[in-house]
């Protein structure tokens, strides 16, 4: 099929033109100029330079394809400003919605975030438990997969909502500095370790889009895609001690103090206009904090979903990954 990528300089949507390459899908991505395209033209796939917020290119790209994977987005960085997430995952959504139905396309495939509920207080939680986004990337986010679903019912587009857990796996570098810190018996908790997280590794999430690019039953729905299990952050932190040797991490800073110290930091890097990203701030805080805990049996018994890869094993895979690069 004639297939479009957004997203395809990223993590999550380079390693999914990787796999449609690799089955034979006919692969077009949209990129900006200023990304890094290195690995995405060894793949042979067409690239339209342009950007997710200009609606003209976004038309230009969709134009003629069968099956569109949205996978581009503002994630949580300090130095973005709310309208840097508005732009680009609420408009930028607009603009994919728009040319989807212009185009006739065959379906939609669209990467939510399981950030739209921003903790469960009873877990595990499903598709059907209440969204409350609590910031800016994940308000964004939920707004965008809203759009998708009231089109898919009102104006009968095509598509399907994923929403991915944490993703990780080789080439993720957002899980490098956990896995740094504790390679080097540095890493230490805010809070007591207690708050649930639950991941996805990156080949089952591409799996997992192929699937609802294929099910009729998919239309028009919201899959929640991740691990077969979830785990507290103690118990990641000590798998992923095991897997270099060293002792689990025992350290507990008081999780309030240090969240209010991360406020003040980061009113002064904004002031003071620094670009670097500042060693602590609130999104990264609540990384300690919210509980990230649901079930994958909709996706399961609809999509037919089933992760290959254990937590063990994604874990070794992306260490070695990061020893390899000389990261760790």
Request: charged share 30%; with cysteine.
């Amino acid at each position: 099929m004639k297939t479009l990528v957004t997203g395809a300089t990223g993590f999550t949507g380079g390693h999914l033109v990787k796999k449609l390459a690799g089955k034979g899908y006919d692969v077009r991505v949209l990129a900006r100029k200023s990304s890094k395209i290195g690995n995405i033209k060894k793949l042979g796939v067409k690239i339209i330079y342009g950007d997710i917020t200009d609606k003209k290119k976004v038309f230009e790209a969709v134009k003629g394809v069968e099956l569109v994977f949205h996978i581009a987005a503002a994630y949580r960085q300090a130095n973005l400003t709310e309208k840097d997430f508005w732009s680009v995952n609420y408009d930028g959504t607009r603009n994919i919605i728009d040319a989807c139905l212009k185009c006739d396309v065959q379906r939609l495939i669209h990467c939510s975030t399981i950030g739209v509920v921003t903790s469960v207080k009873k877990p595990p939680g499903d598709e059907d438990t209440p969204a409350c986004p609590g910031d800016s990337y994940q308000k964004s986010k939920y707004a965008a997969e809203s759009e998708v679903l009231k089109y898919a019912r009102e104006k009968n587009l095509p598509a399907t909502v994923i929403r991915p857990c944490a993703i990780y796996g080789p080439g993720d570098w957002r899980l490098l500095k956990m896995f740094r810190m504790i390679a080097r018996k540095r890493f230490f908790f805010f809070g007591n370790g207690k708050a649930f997280f639950h991941m996805v590794y990156i080949d089952d999430l591409t799996d997992a889009f192929l699937l609802a690019a294929k099910k009729e039953e998919a239309l028009g729905d919201v899959f929640i895609i991740g691990d077969e299990r979830y785990l507290t952050l103690n118990e990641l932190a000590g798998l992923i001690a095991s897997e270099f040797g060293v002792p689990e991490p025992k350290i507990h800073l008081p999780y309030r103090l240090f969240e209010f110290i991360s406020v003040i930091i980061e009113a002064i890097y904004r002031k003071l206009k620094i670009k670097k990203e500042p060693p602590i701030y609130k999104r990264r805080m609540a990384f300690f904090k919210k509980n990230r805990a649901f079930s994958i049996q909709k996706a399961k018994k609809i999509l037919g979903f089933r992760p290959k890869t254990g937590l063990k094993q994604g874990i070794h895979l992306t260490a070695k990954w990061y020893v390899k690069k000389g990261l760790i």
